[in-house]
């Protein structure tokens, strides 16, 4: 299995995202999958204008001349693609929303009905329906502030072409890098890891596995906002020096 892995934190490699999705990945590559991730922060990729030359005048071929190029031919030959985002006013990044309007060179024009959904055609026909992952992670302490952005990937994995196969949603994810609580957590990560594992070897995530996964990290709410809250007030009264993330 060939796995091409979005990241789309603007932090890449430092951010909460990236410890979800390199558990999983650790999972998925020991089972035998090929993966290789790519962090949108490191490339040039223009909004779409909306156009349709990739439709009209240059079939499959957009407009920009920018490093999205080389990304789509990696998407026409992987069997899984991961999007992994953290959750920016309810829904994906804005680096992952370029990224993902500007797949539309991989589509037909033309509108085709999948049963009771609408969708438009691939351009480059498949043996198999191509799996998507959804990681993502958030500093709201409850995981219901997932609902938008996992429906936006229900609705475009309706037709054919796409099969979710997994959503990884994990709420008050900075825990999982804060030194006193990273070993507390740590089996949130495991649990991750076993899911990579279970996507190469059974095509899903078992339900025993997503139960885990959507286990809360905070059960004392009102103690976690405090918290936070606590130390936002130190950090604006200057009592802690403030240092943007990297």
């Known amino acids: 299995m ?28 020991g089972s035998g999958a090929r993966a290789e991730t790519i962090y949108l922060k490191d490339k040039t990729i223009k909004h779409c204008r909306g156009c349709y030359t990739c439709w009209g005048v240059t079939p499959g071929v957009c407009v920009h001349k920018d490093d999205m190029a080389e990304l789509l031919e990696k998407l026409r030959y992987s069997d899984m693609i991961i999007y992994a985002t953290p959750l920016y006013v309810y829904t994906v990044s804005g680096l992952m929303k370029d990224f993902m309007d500007r797949r539309l060179p991989l589509a037909l024009p033309h509108i085709k009905k999948y049963g009771e959904q609408y969708a438009h055609p691939r351009r480059y026909e498949r043996e198999a329906p191509q799996k998507t992952i959804l990681i993502s992670n958030c500093g709201f302490p409850s995981r219901q502030y997932f609902s938008g952005l996992l429906e936006t990937f229900r609705i475009m994995c309706t037709s054919p072409h796409n099969e979710l196969v997994g959503a990884i949603m994990c709420s008050a994810g900075p825990m999982l890098t804060i030194p006193p609580f990273k070993e507390k957590f740590r089996w949130y990560l495991d649990a991750c890891e076993t899911a990579g594992k279970e996507v190469v070897q059974k095509g899903g995530i078992s339900a025993e596995t997503q139960a885990v996964l959507e286990r809360e990290l905070i059960t004392d709410v009102d103690q976690f906002m405090s918290m936070i809250n606590r130390m936002w007030d130190k950090t604006l009264s200057g009592e802690i020096k403030f240092k943007p993330r990297p």
């Open 2 to 29: 060939q796995i091409i892995a979005i990241n789309g934190s603007p932090r890449g490699a430092a951010g909460n995202t990236e410890q979800l999705l390199q558990a999983f990945l650790k999972g998925a590559e």
